[in-house]
T-cell receptor
């Protein structure tokens, strides 16, 4: 596609339920990032995929969070047993090179998650 | 402690005023990016600065990278309501593939 596509755009769920958020990056972009944006907190890095390399999961806040990227394209972020503090906008971004010095990201519109 | 500190956090001004937003760090960056984010959208890249002391202009926006490559500023001349948004600076330390973002400056320009 022309841009980074994320779905759903909005998700309201009950505490304790699992949620899946999807990201479809720009075609040909080998690097894919997930960030979380909470009110007043800026963008918090979650996980980074680059080609076939093992993902950098150093930003995942707990073991309830996981992500996968199938076929080097679409990525799914899964949050198990959601908590109210998981409420945030989850942003996906992609990058054509992913190498050092590139660092220019194209973002999707985000998935707003509300946990009741 | 934030790697990139942005100030001010909030700015509310009248159309036609000038403003400067700052992005500071104690670390050296190979490059810094500035993004603007509007409600309901993801951040959109405005500019990348790479060379210490570099100045880049984008219409009424002027971006500067500090000589030591630890800080940057964004100056807007004669602000317009269309400039309203969240301005974010970002950078990755040498060798890292993962940009860190500042908390942003929320700008409102009143007509």
């Amino acid at each position: 596609g022309a841009g980074v596509s994320q779905s759903p755009s909005n998700k309201v769920t009950e505490k304790g339920k699992d949620v899946e958020l999807r990201c479809d990056p720009i075609s040909g972009h080998t690097a894919l990032y997930w960030y979380r944006q909470s009110l007043g907190q800026g963008l918090e890095f979650l996980i980074y995929f680059q080609g076939n390399s093992a993902p950098d999961k150093s930003g995942l806040p707990s073991d309830r969070f996981s992500a996968e990227r199938t076929g080097g394209s679409v990525s799914t972020l899964t949050i198990q047993r959601t908590q109210q503090e998981d409420s945030a906008v989850y942003l996906c971004a992609s990058n054509p090179a992913g190498g050092p010095g590139a660092n220019v990201l194209t973002f999707g519109a985000g998935s707003r998650l509300t946990v009741l | 402690t934030q790697l990139l500190e942005q100030s001010p956090q909030f700015l509310s001004i009248q159309e036609g005023e000038n403003l400067t937003v700052y992005c500071n760090s104690s670390s050296v960056f190979s490059s810094l990016q500035w993004y603007r984010q509007e409600p309901g959208e993801g951040p959109v890249l405005l500019v990348t600065v790479v060379t210490g002391g570099e100045v880049k202009k984008l219409k009424r926006l002027t971006f500067q990278f500090g000589d030591a490559r630890k800080d940057s500023s964004l100056h807007i001349t004669a602000a317009q309501p269309g400039d309203t948004g969240l301005y974010l600076c970002a950078g990755a330390k040498g060798g890292s593939y993962i940009p860190t973002f500042g908390r942003g400056t929320s700008l409102i320009v009143h007509p």
